[in-house]
């Protein structure tokens, strides 16, 4: 159903949406709290814990702002959409009209040359690209135009930063520019020194990557990794660097750029402006401790 600041509520069938013209683009999605743990100086231990809430995929489906413009929406005087799924949780969030008139924000029902899947959301879902995964809104049923943000229970309380200032920064959902080295990564070994290709991820909810450079000795000194086709708006793109490791101990690191200029901060830097008390939101860059035996572990810098 589309309502609010609306010339006529409509309610779509799915058919119906099925047959209005459709696009396919690929996007990631990451959760606000992916690498959450890092706030508190908690040293977890593989990519898997720091960075492994993300993912990327392929979603098919209509823009929303075709749905919108069928039913008349006000787009000048409604600066929201309010989109409300239908799970357990009623799920609820608030998503700037901005985001939504550039044509990214679509009403997914497929994923990856199949239909969306239950537990992504089947039968319908919301994709908004480079905003944190839970503005994904799963099991659609609704869509608001309104002139005012919702302030729904999970973007009043949760989903929010705590500032150094003590006070709330809300709405904060764009993931911004980010990175990290999957190999070699805590958990991982090296088996001897010598030659290895140091490779990993970057991603941002800004545009497209357009360097990532990589340090091995903890950010004194970096090199620019090749970046590996096709490097797509808002989506993974695969960076990679030769490194022969002399069997001393390394830290690696990596650290990106996005298309509007916006490079990726050390931990330092993230905690000079956003404090420690965060949960969500931390881009900062990842460190990864090569040790003398060839271990690796994750390692906090101040």
């Known amino acids: 159903m589309v309502n609010g600041m609306v010339k006529t509520p409509k309610v779509f069938t799915m058919d119906e949406i099925m047959r209005l013209p459709s696009v396919s683009r690929f996007?990631?999605?990451?959760?606000?709290a992916n690498t959450g743990m890092e706030w508190g100086n908690v040293a977890v231990p593989t990519c898997q814990y720091t960075h492994g809430m993300l993912s990327c995929s392929e979603f098919t489906g209509v823009p929303l702002i075709t749905l919108l413009e069928l039913a008349g929406a006000d787009l000048k005087g409604g600066k929201f959409v309010l989109a409300e799924g239908s799970d357990g949780s009623s799920m609820t969030r608030t998503i700037p009209m901005g985001l939504v008139t550039s044509g990214q924000?679509?009403?997914?029902?497929?994923?990856n040359g199949e239909m969306l899947r239950p537990e992504n959301g089947y039968p319908l879902r919301l994709v908004v690209p480079g905003v944190q995964g839970v503005s994904w809104v799963k099991y659609l049923r609704r869509c608001e135009v309104g002139d005012q943000?919702?302030?729904?229970?999970d973007e009043a309380i949760h989903y929010v930063d705590l500032m150094p200032d003590g006070t709330h920064?809300?709405?904060?959902s764009i993931q911004e520019c980010k990175s990290v080295i999957t190999t070699p990564s805590g958990g991982q070994v090296l088996l001897d020194k010598g030659f290895y290709h140091l490779n990993g991820l970057a991603w941002s909810g800004r545009g497209k990557i357009k360097q990532v450079d990589v340090s091995v000795d903890g950010g004194r000194n970096w090199?620019?990794?090749r970046l590996e086709t096709p490097v797509l708006d808002r989506c993974l793109t695969r960076f990679s660097l030769d490194w022969v490791w002399d069997g001393k101990?390394?830290?690696v690191q990596s650290r990106a750029m996005d298309d509007t200029g916006y490079v990726?901060?050390?931990?330092k830097q993230l905690r000079a402006v956003r404090g420690t008390r965060s949960i969500y939101h931390n881009n900062a860059i990842q460190s990864w401790l090569v040790q003398e035996n060839g271990e690796v572990k994750n390692v906090q810098l101040s």
Not at 27 to 32: P, S
């Open 27 to 32: 996007y990631f999605i990451e959760c606000g």
């Open 105 to 111: 924000v679509l009403l997914a029902y497929g994923q």
């Open 149 to 153: 943000p919702w302030g729904a229970k």
């Open 249 to 251: 101990p390394a830290i």
């Open 223 to 225: 090199r620019t990794a």
């Open 264 to 267: 990726q901060p050390s931990s």
């Open 169 to 172: 920064r809300q709405y904060t």
